[in-house]
């Protein structure tokens, strides 16, 4: 077999890309309909993905004739741990208004995306991201490390969040793409890009080599109380290890990832497994020889098997981590016996420790917008104009506003009325612990609905917990279009994932703290039966719980065909 017949075709395009230049200038020209070939994987890295608006897909013109796909371009920036300026986040909401679709979205993993972006619009969009923010769209996609999660919240009180924070800053950068691809395309004028591309000259990557990854690698960083980012979920997560209000060190997983391909048996959703512990000193060395260990042996032939679970699971834990040994040049001890115990959303007032408060906003599904009472957009322009605090993003999608003078609460609270703004404790927390990937009509992967119909079905949920008493019960549910997992739908207590049009397959079992993986409960559940799907599942738990078990721990204990037996009673 051939060198070349040994890696996908994707490989063999990075390879040949100039640093992930591609013809991406040439195909920027306003006579190109759209990005094609190679560039579109290419685009990824520079954090832009090419789509469509699949509302308008079949829609007919004047004369009858159906029209041809609506190009469009999703446009994210990368946030490591979450934070921005107020003039960050507002900027962000003046591009929404100018360039995109007049929405800003909040993701999954502290990121911010611009919607509805023409191609036309796509370089002053980047080259704005650049000079208006301290933000970048590098790096937010594609083949190398992504936005590097973080716990947001603003504690002051000891330094294990200054720590926690700074150590994903540090991630960020030592990982960052080394190309100047970037630069020449988006952030310089015309003339001087075409010279610049046309006279390539490679720049070091160190880390990722002319290839980069396999696949998209995800770094989170935790604490045992308060996994809220939820690190089990990904390739690489970070356990904060504390002593006397200082980070000692951190317990390493490996091998998390939600995505799966339902043609392709082999594939399936994984949480990390525990490997050693660090410390706190040597978490990034640490990363870069897992990284370097599974860029060198994973999978480039097969990208549905490229991502590191699998090859972890495929040499066993105790191979790779002597293969991370070879790459680090030590030995690894075991890991600390610290578990992740709980959760925090943040959402609400709160102090910080230094004599002033942080306000957790909830925004469902992520999406800033003016919608009818809630005015969400505009509130946050007026509270953000106003007093100008520092920001966070949480992995659940929601907005934290730090450093706020506690003189300033009550005119704060009042904003948000004014605005239609819930607070925490107007919210349920089913609600709260709440999430949705965009699906339809951005993702050209989504099968049916995601965001859009999610705040239905969280209303029928809540008739259903109010029919059974439990109201206060802390139940977290993630939808998705497909299985891709955007949203981390089969770690939560109840994941729904898309099917088929109007139709989610039903997943029981994981929990809040994502630490496990749920089952699938029942398939094809159409979208209007969810919550009378769940209701008797509820009753049963509700009766037959032990002191202080979860929903999700219940399903667990249960099993399957307990389960089943009980919803047709």
């Not at 999700?552 to 919803?567: H, P, T, V, W």
């Amino acid at each position: 077999m051939s060198e070349e017949a040994k890696v996908s075709k994707v490989e063999v395009e990075k390879a040949g890309s100039r640093q992930l230049r591609g013809t991406i200038a040439e195909e920027l020209d306003p006579s190109q309909e759209c990005f094609s070939g190679g560039n579109i994987g290419f685009l990824k890295h520079h954090g832009t993905y090419q789509q469509d608006n699949r509302d308008d897909r079949g829609v007919k013109s004047e004369d009858g004739a159906k029209k041809g796909k609506s190009y469009m371009m999703m446009v994210r920036s990368r946030i490591p741990g979450g934070q921005l300026t107020a003039d960050d986040l507002l900027a962000e909401l003046d591009m929404c208004d100018e360039f995109g679709n007049g929405t800003l979205r909040i993701t999954s993993r502290q990121g911010l995306q611009l919607h509805g972006v023409l191609k036309d619009d796509l370089k002053p969009t980047i080259q704005a991201i650049n000079e208006k923010t301290t933000l970048t769209t590098l790096g937010a996609c594609g083949d190398v490390n992504r936005n590097v999660m973080c716990c947001p919240a603003p504690i002051r009180g000891n330094a294990v969040h200054d720590q926690m924070q700074e150590l994903s800053q540090q991630i960020a950068h030592h990982f960052r793409p080394h190309t100047t691809a970037y630069q020449e395309i988006w952030l310089q004028d015309s003339e001087g890009e075409k010279e610049k591309v046309a006279e390539f000259s490679p720049a070091e990557e160190p880390i990722y080599g002319e290839c980069y990854l396999p696949r998209k690698f995800k770094i989170g960083i935790a604490l045992p109380e308060d996994n809220c980012v939820d690190i089990q979920t990904y390739d690489l997560g970070l356990l904060a290890i504390v002593e006397n209000d200082e980070i000692i060190g951190y317990n390493v997983y490996v091998g998390g990832g939600q995505g799966v391909t339902p043609a392709a048996k082999k594939t399936y959703a994984a949480v990390g497994l525990k490997m050693t512990f660090v410390p706190a000193d040597k978490a990034i060395p640490v990363a870069e020889a897992i990284i370097r260990a599974w860029s060198d042996n994973g999978n480039r032939l097969d990208r549905k098997q490229a991502r590191i679970k699998y090859l972890v699971r495929e040499w066993g834990l105790e191979k790779f981590k002597a293969k991370v040994e070879e790459y680090y040049g030590n030995p690894l001890p075991d890991p600390r016996p610290e578990e992740i115990n709980d959760v925090n959303d943040h959402m609400g007032w709160h102090e910080q420790g230094d004599g002033k408060l942080y306000l957790g906003i909830n925004v469902e599904n992520g999406r800033i917008k003016d919608d009818g009472d809630l005015q969400l957009k505009t509130g946050l322009r007026a509270i953000l104009g106003k007093f100008k605090q520092p920001c966070r993003l949480t992995a659940m999608q929601g907005l934290i506003l730090c450093d706020i003078d506690p003189a300033d609460r009550d005119a704060i609270d009042q904003l948000m009325v004014n605005h239609g703004i819930k607070k925490a404790d107007e919210l349920s927390l089913v609600r709260r612990f709440s999430m949705a990937c965009p699906a339809l009509p951005t993702c050209g992967l989504s099968v049916t609905e995601s965001e859009r119909v999610l705040p239905g079905v969280i209303d029928d949920l809540e008739v259903e917990l109010n029919k059974h008493g439990m109201q206060d019960e802390r139940i977290a549910v993630h939808m998705t279009g497909c299985p891709n997992g955007c949203a981390r739908p089969y770690s939560p207590d109840i994941g729904l994932v898309g099917k088929s049009r109007g139709k989610y397959t039903l997943y029981l079992g994981g929990n809040t703290l994502g630490t496990r993986i749920g089952f699938i409960f029942q398939d094809q559940v159409p979208l209007e039966e969810i919550g009378t799907t769940v209701s008797p599942l509820l009753g049963y738990f509700k009766t037959e719980r032990t002191d202080s078990e979860s929903f999700g721990d219940f399903c667990a204990r249960k099993g399957l065909e307990d389960l089943q037996q009980r919803a047709t009673v």
